[in-house]
């Protein structure tokens, strides 16, 4: 409590690099993964139609769902210190990776056959494809792809520093677990300290990164960043990419005059990530009881009685971020200048973990419980409408038809309903789908709020699982996660997916 | 211009430049034409801001310099085929050439009355419940046409209006256009088209207003006295075509 200026001061550096740290390095390893992953599958209908699902529902998978399979491998095998780190960063790497990996699969995906006819006809090798092809014909989608995940990254910081499973807990050092701590001491000079340092270190990196990188790459206008710091930092990204390519094909040549197929290399290498990331889930769970059967079943119907609720609160959720975003992107269209900021401070908002609304909220909790909740739900899921729309969905508005619109004195409501909603409509799908995924998983942090003395339980299955999880109930948590990530995935292939094919069909302005 | 012909619209000094990264790009100088009752058409080479001349007479542009007037007795109904047709795809045909009219404040009943007029001037009141990805590259240029028909402007402005289509279906347009000028059917009083096609310029127009390239001047105002209908065979369109091309080179 009694800390010197000089104190706080070092307290914050330190863990400030040590949180950006493990979200660079999760990130550099997602971006990785995602682009040895994504290419693959898109290249490889075996590996497609395995795949799709298995990522599928583990993108649905709440960050609370992974602390299982976390505390089983890290932390039991290697310890707390080691153990704890690479827990913190695969967690990390959970809540940025699933929309990268599906960015290059599409960007491959949609890449023109053409291309294809061209890699034939000059025998180019598969690490020269990936290389040279797949790599460069995802930029565009990983730059605005790492806006939305470097937003996830920050906003599960507080949940990766501090590992909790039932009476254990392990923190790391970091900005996040600071932040927590400073919160439960009551040290509100630390805790506005590490938010104000939080929110900064955001800024910055979209202001110097991921902005720059996506204005460079994409048509979106609607971006603040420094061009000059970026183009630096380009550079140096671009050598080191250059010397790892380099290397990387005297490996493959290597390793192919041995093993002789060209396949095997790329083989290898998403099939041990995916064993990787799939391998505790079925040996464990035998382990920890063999009256199985009955088990499950008692965990589906509590699964169901809790299940109606939720669904109700992220539909809900997801329609109130719709309209929220789409008003936001009308005011952004009409005034480009507001719209920079209102991007820009969606960016920084998008990143704060929802804990550091906890001192606004709590005074709120035992009177409108409510709105406590809707406000944290909003919170895990009007991100992605806002992203969406305001960055994807603006940059396609076809200049022609605006021309168009102002020739023909198209405006007001007319306007908005015949062009302007139906020339975001793929964006507001797109975002919808996410939205709901991400209003799923906020459900954990909305439905279930434990202060001190003070409990607040809404009921739904994101207050199951908490409960489930402050019991340590190892099967409890991965089959209520499972139920969840069933539903999400039979609910999106029956509404969403449907309705996106058709529209995409005749979506096309020419 | 001969006196016969009323004036209609008066291109006065008109410039205009663009800064883009710092740099300053000129793209008009001190333009300066009138237009009557007639078919004009603007040549120049790609690039030379024959677009953007267009959109200052549109009004979806203003100069940095200079006017543009109009003689018609209150505001001037414009109708712009655009060089893609620019269709809107989450709407029928119908729909979308009913738009601009329900725009303008035409009660629906009429709009689509009038719409409807349009296309079968355009020979697509067939398929006016089709979606614009369901037609072809000619017949999306048709509903181009048959919206900027619609409105029953008083000009009509086109942008490249036949420079992507296929050489069979471009000239099939050619006549069609040229036929609802002529036939007066419709109000037109007339018809400015941009182009870089010269043998387009001699079949079609009354008057050739040739630009330089960037930053575009006028080079050379020539009137087209070869009576109609035109063929590319006929002895003076060649020699005019020739003629035409000097200028342009």
């Given at each position: 409590?009694?800390?010197?200026?000089?104190?706080?001061?070092?307290?914050?550096?330190?863990?400030?690099?040590?949180?950006?740290?493990?979200?660079?390095?999760?990130?550099?390893?997602?971006?990785?993964?995602?682009?040895?992953?994504?290419?693959v599958?898109?290249?490889n209908?075996?590996?497609?139609?395995?795949?799709?699902?298995?990522?599928?529902?583990?993108?649905?998978?709440?960050?609370?769902?992974?602390?299982?399979?976390?505390?089983?491998?890290?932390?039991?095998?290697?310890?707390?210190?080691?153990?704890?780190?690479?827990?913190?960063?695969?967690?990390?790497?959970?809540?940025?990776?699933?929309?990268?990996?599906?960015?290059?699969?599409?960007?491959?995906?949609?890449?023109?056959?053409?291309?294809?006819?061209?890699?034939?006809?000059?025998?180019?090798?598969s690490i020269?494809?990936?290389?040279?092809?797949?790599?460069?014909?995802?930029?565009?989608?990983?730059?605005?792809?790492?806006?939305?995940?470097?937003?996830?990254?920050?906003?599960?910081?507080?949940?990766?520093?501090?590992?909790?499973?039932?009476?254990?807990?392990?923190?790391?050092?970091?900005?996040?677990?600071?932040?927590?701590?400073?919160?439960?001491?009551?040290?509100?000079?630390?805790?506005?300290?590490?938010?104000?340092?939080?929110?900064?270190?955001?800024?910055?990196?979209?202001?110097?990164?991921?902005?720059?990188?996506?204005?460079?790459?994409?048509?979106?206008?609607?971006?603040?960043?420094?061009?000059?710091?970026?183009?630096?930092?380009?550079?140096?990204?671009?050598?080191?990419?250059?010397?790892?390519?380099?290397?990387?094909?005297?490996?493959y040549?290597?390793i192919k005059s041995r093993v002789g197929s060209t396949h095997t290399v790329f083989l290898i290498l998403p099939i041990l990530?995916?064993?990787?990331?799939?391998?505790?889930?079925?040996?464990?769970?035998?382990?920890?009881?063999?009256?199985?059967?009955?088990?499950?079943?008692?965990?589906?119907?509590?699964?169901?009685?809790?299940?109606?609720?939720?669904?109700?609160?992220?539909?809900?959720?997801?329609?109130?971020?719709?309209?929220?975003?789409?008003?936001?992107?009308?005011?952004?269209?009409?005034?480009?200048?507001?719209?920079?900021?209102?991007?820009?401070?969606?960016?920084?908002?998008?990143?704060?973990?929802?804990?550091?609304?906890?001192?606004?909220?709590?005074?709120?909790?035992?009177?409108?419980?409510?709105?406590?909740?809707?406000?944290?739900?909003?919170?895990?899921?009007?991100?992605?409408?806002?992203?969406?729309?305001?960055?994807?969905?603006?940059?396609?508005?076809?200049?022609?038809?605006?021309?168009?619109?102002?020739?023909?004195?198209?405006?007001?409501?007319?306007?908005?309903?015949?062009?302007?909603?139906?020339?975001?409509?793929?964006?507001?799908?797109?975002?919808?789908?996410?939205?709901?995924?991400?209003?799923?998983?906020?459900?954990?942090?909305?439905?279930?709020?434990?202060?001190?003395?003070?409990?607040?339980?809404?009921?739904?299955?994101?207050?199951?699982?908490?409960?489930?999880?402050?019991?340590?109930?190892?099967?409890?948590?991965?089959?209520?996660?499972?139920?969840?990530?069933?539903?999400?995935?039979?609910?999106?292939?029956?509404?969403?997916?449907?309705?996106?094919?058709?529209?995409?069909?005749?979506?096309?302005?020419? | 211009?001969?006196?016969?012909?009323?004036?209609?619209?008066?291109?006065?000094?008109?410039?205009?430049?663009?800064?883009?990264?710092?740099?300053?790009?000129?793209?008009?100088?001190?333009?300066?034409?009138?237009?009557?009752?007639?078919?004009?058409?603007?040549?120049?080479?790609?690039?030379?801001?024959?677009?953007?001349?267009?959109?200052?007479?549109?009004?979806?542009?203003?100069?940095?310099?200079?006017?543009?007037?109009?003689?018609?007795?209150?505001?001037?109904?414009?109708?712009?085929?655009?060089?893609?047709?620019?269709?809107?795809?989450?709407?029928?045909?119908?729909?979308?050439?009913?738009?601009?009219?329900?725009?303008?404040?035409?009660?629906?009943?009429?709009?689509?009355?009038?719409?409807?007029?349009?296309?079968?001037?355009?020979?697509?009141?067939?398929?006016?419940?089709?979606?614009?990805?369901?037609?072809?590259?000619?017949?999306?240029?048709?509903?181009?046409?048959?919206?900027?028909?619609?409105?029953?402007?008083?000009?009509?402005?086109?942008?490249?209006?036949?420079?992507?289509?296929?050489?069979?279906?471009?000239?099939?347009?050619?006549?069609?256009?040229?036929?609802?000028?002529?036939?007066?059917?419709?109000?037109?009083?007339?018809?400015?088209?941009?182009?870089?096609?010269?043998?387009?310029?001699?079949?079609?127009?009354?008057?050739?207003?040739?630009?330089?390239?960037?930053?575009?001047?006028?080079?050379?105002?020539?009137?087209?006295?070869?009576?109609?209908?035109?063929?590319?065979?006929?002895?003076?369109?060649?020699?005019?075509?020739?003629?035409?091309?000097?200028?342009?080179?």
């Amino acid at each position: 409590m009694t800390q010197s200026i000089e104190e706080l001061v070092v307290e914050l550096v330190v863990s400030t690099l040590l949180s950006l740290g493990r979200m660079f390095v999760a990130y550099l390893l997602s971006l990785l993964l995602a682009l040895v992953i994504g290419v693959v599958m898109a290249r490889n209908k075996y590996v497609e139609s395995l795949l799709l699902p298995i990522l599928d529902i583990l993108q649905s998978i709440p960050i609370l769902g992974f602390f299982p399979a976390v505390f089983l491998i890290f932390i039991n095998t290697l310890g707390p210190i080691v153990g704890g780190e690479l827990s913190s960063i695969f967690l990390i790497i959970t809540s940025l990776i699933w929309n990268m990996i599906f960015g290059v699969y599409s960007s491959i995906k949609s890449l023109d056959p053409s291309v294809d006819y061209l890699a034939r006809i000059y025998r180019l090798s598969s690490i020269h494809k990936f290389l040279y092809i797949y790599v460069p014909a995802s930029r565009s989608s990983i730059a605005a792809n790492s806006i939305v995940s470097w937003a996830g990254g920050w906003f599960f910081l507080t949940s990766a520093e501090v590992l909790s499973m039932g009476k254990t807990e392990y923190r790391l050092k970091g900005l996040g677990s600071l932040i927590i701590k400073a919160f439960e001491d009551g040290n509100t000079t630390l805790y506005i300290a590490g938010l104000l340092t939080l929110s900064t270190v955001i800024l910055i990196s979209y202001l110097t990164i991921w902005n720059p990188f996506t204005m460079k790459y994409t048509d979106t206008k609607i971006l603040l960043g420094f061009m000059r710091v970026y183009n630096s930092i380009d550079r140096i990204v671009s050598k080191t990419w250059g010397s790892i390519a380099g290397k990387l094909i005297m490996m493959y040549n290597f390793i192919k005059s041995r093993v002789g197929s060209t396949h095997t290399v790329f083989l290898i290498l998403p099939i041990l990530s995916i064993q990787y990331l799939l391998y505790p889930y079925p040996k464990n769970l035998y382990s920890v009881d063999y009256s199985i059967l009955s088990k499950v079943l008692r965990y589906g119907e509590d699964f169901l009685l809790e299940v109606p609720n939720t669904l109700i609160r992220v539909y809900s959720v997801v329609v109130v971020g719709l309209v929220i975003s789409v008003l936001l992107a009308y005011i952004s269209h009409t005034r480009f200048r507001v719209g920079k900021l209102v991007v820009m401070s969606g960016e920084v908002l998008s990143s704060i973990p929802a804990m550091i609304w906890w001192p606004i909220l709590l005074p709120l909790l035992q009177g409108f419980p409510y709105v406590v909740m809707g406000f944290i739900y909003l919170q895990g899921s009007l991100w992605y409408t806002f992203f969406n729309i305001l960055i994807f969905g603006l940059s396609n508005l076809k200049g022609s038809i605006l021309e168009f619109s102002r020739i023909y004195g198209i405006r007001g409501v007319l306007y908005l309903s015949k062009v302007f909603i139906p020339s975001l409509l793929p964006s507001i799908l797109a975002g919808g789908l996410s939205a709901s995924g991400g209003a799923w998983n906020a459900s954990i942090a909305a439905e279930y709020i434990a202060f001190g003395d003070l409990i607040v339980d809404m009921g739904g299955v994101g207050s199951l699982l908490n409960k489930q999880a402050m019991a340590g109930d190892v099967l409890g948590i991965l089959l209520t996660s499972l139920f969840m990530s069933l539903i999400i995935v039979i609910i999106n292939k029956l509404v969403w997916v449907k309705v996106l094919r058709r529209i995409s069909g005749y979506y096309v302005v020419e | 211009m001969s006196l016969s012909k009323d004036l209609v619209l008066e291109v006065r000094g008109v410039s205009k430049s663009y800064t883009s990264g710092g740099k300053v790009f000129e793209v008009l100088k001190d333009i300066n034409f009138v237009v009557g009752r007639e078919y004009i058409t603007i040549l120049g080479p790609s690039g030379c801001g024959k677009s953007t001349l267009l959109r200052i007479i549109a009004g979806v542009e203003k100069p940095d310099k200079g006017e543009v007037v109009f003689n018609i007795g209150g505001k001037a109904r414009i109708g712009f085929v655009f060089q893609f047709p620019t269709l809107l795809p989450w709407m029928t045909v119908l729909g979308n050439v009913t738009l601009p009219l329900i725009a303008a404040g035409v009660p629906k009943n009429d709009a689509v009355e009038r719409a409807r007029r349009a296309l079968k001037i355009v020979g697509l009141e067939e398929l006016d419940d089709f979606y614009p990805s369901e037609l072809s590259g000619g017949m999306k240029q048709r509903v181009n046409i048959a919206r900027a028909l619609a409105v029953e402007p008083d000009i009509l402005l086109m942008d490249e209006p036949f420079s992507n289509l296929d050489p069979l279906t471009a000239e099939n347009l050619r006549s069609e256009v040229l036929d609802i000028w002529s036939s007066s059917i419709l109000p037109i009083k007339s018809v400015i088209m941009v182009t870089h096609n010269v043998e387009e310029a001699v079949l079609m127009s009354d008057k050739i207003i040739i630009l330089s390239p960037r930053p575009a001047r006028i080079v050379k105002v020539v009137d087209v006295n070869i009576p109609r209908p035109r063929t590319r065979k006929m002895t003076e369109v060649q020699e005019l075509v020739d003629r035409v091309y000097e200028y342009v080179s």
